[in-house]
């Protein structure tokens, strides 16, 4: 188990290298001048060419991106473009506030959409099913962004319940989760129901039937263990898109997260930002793979045996 563990953590270092590679380049060759953006249109070109030098991007591309390998090797991530703060201090600071947001958001999706998926295949073609196919339907189609919106209109605008925005008390949470884990309830119910009713039709639930076992645990002791496995690897997936999604939800709730910096940083084409930023849900999205792998070993023991 530990040398799996040490394994995936070494294979995680190209991963990084080859997306700080790309979304160097792409920053470096997008157009826009970082220097104008930070002084201004009306700076003069002394202070512009002075700002460039000091912050070595007269060097050639690959001076630079070494460089800066070099300083994230050691922990430092750079400084900002835009307002002379630490990367990474900053990253520090706002990265648990998208962790909550999207831990919150997977933890309502999976309360939900487990015990509908598995209800919806129990009870196929039934009112339920009906009711929880039209929600994976929806849930699928509407963009996060636009669920938030009409989720702003309605409770914060029309109705006054909940903030609009912020992150003053445990109701400022309630829309930004719902909006990400909209999506990401509607793909693990369906999953759920697909994986129970390929289950619910093997050869060991019939004979636990004519055995009498109780469907109550005929379904929770039997049949779920062995639909967790997709169920695990889906929600692995969406909790890493969530932590995405969590840029458009930071975004249109005003939360002060490492997506809102990021989108900042991007439209001040401020590259240690940005970078820092790629990197830190980059790292989050590989350890979150791990997690899952690791899970896949208590729910089965025969995948945990290969592990070894």
């Not at 970082?34 to 002075?50: H, I, K, N, T």
């Not at 990400?180 to 009713?197: D, K």
């Not at 709730?253 to 439209?267: C, H, K, Q, R």
């Not at 980059?282 to 791990?290: D, Q, R, V």
């Amino acid at each position: 188990m530990y040398k799996y563990i040490i394994k995936r953590l070494v294979m995680m270092v190209p991963v990084i290298i080859g997306v700080t590679l790309i979304i160097f380049l792409i920053m470096a060759l997008s157009p826009g001048d970082p220097a104008r953006l930070a002084l201004g249109d009306m700076a003069p070109q002394e202070s512009l060419d002075a700002w460039r030098a000091e912050r070595g991007l007269n060097d050639p591309l690959i001076v630079r991106y070494t460089k800066y390998m070099g300083n994230m090797v050691r922990g430092d991530l750079g400084t900002s473009y835009a307002n002379g703060r630490n990367v990474s201090t900053e990253i520090k600071s706002r990265f648990p506030i998208t962790l909550k947001l999207a831990v919150v958001g997977m933890i309502v999706a999976i309360l939900i959409a487990l015990p509908l998926g598995i209800i919806s295949a129990v009870k196929q073609y039934s009112l339920i099913d009906g009711v929880a196919t039209i929600i994976g339907m929806l849930g699928i189609a509407m963009p996060s962004f636009w669920v938030g919106l009409m989720m702003i209109l309605l409770f914060s605008l029309k109705l006054g319940w909940l903030p609009s925005g912020g992150i003053e008390g445990w109701k400022s949470m309630i829309m930004p989760a719902a909006s990400i884990g909209f999506g990401c309830c509607a793909n693990i119910m369906r999953v759920t129901r697909s994986s129970m009713l390929e289950v619910i039709r093997t050869d060991y639930i019939r004979t636990a039937k004519a055995k009498g076992v109780k469907k109550r645990d005929i379904i929770g002791k039997h049949a779920l263990k062995n639909v967790l496995i997709p169920v695990v690897t889906v929600a692995g997936l969406q909790f890493g898109s969530m932590m995405g999604g969590a840029v458009i939800a930071e975004t249109v709730f005003a939360w002060p997260g490492v997506g809102t910096y990021m989108i900042n940083s991007i439209n001040a084409k401020d590259t240690p930002a940005v970078m820092g930023s790629i990197i830190c849900f980059c790292i989050a999205f590989s350890i979150i793979n791990l997690l899952v792998d690791l899970v896949y070993g208590f729910i089965d023991p025969r995948i945990k045996a290969e592990y070894k």
